[in-house]
């Protein structure tokens, strides 16, 4: 377990690289007895201070809801990171490349909430009744730390959450198999990355589930009107200066970015 002293340190150190778009040294590096509860800790107060300078929290996204990324991590559960106002992206956006200290994209299930979802206990049929609509999303995640990376230095940092675009047809989820969703990954002209949405633990609905459980055990809440990003069903793709990334989810639409 972490001093405060050096939970500090983590925090002010992540602070500046969202800054300076510099990575910085990973906090498992600097602090091998780091645990779990310092870096959910550590990420809850980058959290605190973002917004206290400005920023509006919109909702949350979760990671590592496969089973491969779960094991490749030895890590028997998900984790997630906090959503901010200056994430959104507007579709077919031209975004600097330069915004970022080295990113990669994956295509998300983005779910809007029309109701409150309280943990513990929360069900994949009680985030059904509770979301307003799905859209299909490209997320942004960027890695602020250098590696070899560890789990806890992903949570940390976020969850490497850094950017959402949304785009697509809105859907009730009673309107389409959220489980059966397709997603095809472009970069440029090629297909880097294919998938199907029940490659979030079976249905992307239990990875809100799960979120919502987790943040009852830290005193959060879901609320109305939050954004909440399932998981990725591909693995990250590489974005590089000048390619164009274009996420198809057949009956939901398409999402595009070109990164400058």
Not at 88 to 107: F, M, Q, S, T, W
Not at 125 to 135: C, G, K, N, Q
Not at 145 to 152: G, H, T
Request: hydrophobic residues 45%; contains cysteine.
């Amino acid at each position: 377990m972490l001093t405060e002293i050096e939970r500090t340190q983590v925090v002010e150190a992540l602070l500046a690289a969202n800054k300076t778009k510099v990575q910085t040294t990973r906090p498992s590096a600097l602090f091998p007895h780091i645990e779990f509860e310092d870096a959910y800790a550590i990420s809850a107060e980058v959290a605190k201070r973002t917004v206290a300078v400005g920023a509006r929290l919109i909702g949350y996204k979760v990671g590592l809801t496969s089973i491969a990324m779960r094991r490749s991590s030895k890590i028997d559960e998900p984790d997630f990171g906090f959503l901010y106002d200056h994430f959104l992206i507007e579709d077919g956006a031209k975004v600097p490349h330069a915004n970022y200290c080295v990113p990669r994209v994956e295509l998300e299930l983005a779910f809007i909430l029309g109701a409150p979802l309280q943990g513990p206990g929360i069900t994949l049929l009680d985030v059904l009744r509770a979301t307003e609509f799905v859209l299909p999303s490209i997320e942004i995640i960027d890695t602020r730390v250098d590696e070899p990376r560890q789990i806890y230095d992903t949570i940390a940092d976020n969850g490497a959450g850094a950017g959402i675009v949304l785009g697509g047809r809105p859907y009730h989820p009673r309107d389409l198999d959220l489980r059966m969703v397709p997603g095809i990954l472009y970069r440029n002209t090629d297909i880097e990355e294919t998938g199907l949405s029940c490659g979030v633990m079976g249905h992307p609905a239990n990875g809100v589930a799960w979120l919502a459980n987790k943040l009852s055990t830290l005193g959060y809440a879901l609320e109305p009107g939050q954004m909440l990003l399932a998981g990725s069903f591909v693995r990250p793709v590489w974005a590089n200066i000048g390619d164009t990334i274009r996420a198809d989810f057949g009956k939901l639409g398409s999402v595009a970015i070109q990164f400058i």
